[in-house]
């Protein structure tokens, strides 16, 4: 805090007791847990591609993919990114 700097990050886990968790965390400790994030500049790129294209039932591979053409599309669009 106080040194006008943003962070948006995104933590990942789970454990035994129940399913894998996301949770997006800013740089004022505010912590949203939710299905899908993108940060950053290009994120409204990455989210359109992510709106669209995400269901809840993909294999791992189809998540993969759809995670780096997400990011692709981000980079692509965003001339901040990458």
């Known amino acids: 805090r106080g040194s006008d700097l ?22 004022t400790g505010k912590r ?6 993108a940060v950053g500049s290009g994120s409204t790129f990455a989210l359109a591609i992510l709106d669209t294209e995400f269901r809840h039932d993909l294999s791992v591979d189809e998540a993969v993919t759809l995670g780096i053409k997400a990011i692709r599309h981000a980079t692509f669009r965003d001339a901040y990114s990458g």
């Open 32 to 37: 949203i847990e939710g299905q899908m994030f």
């Open 6 to 27: 943003s962070l948006g990050t995104m933590i990942m886990g789970y454990d035994e007791e129940g399913p894998p968790r996301i949770f997006y965390l800013d740089n």
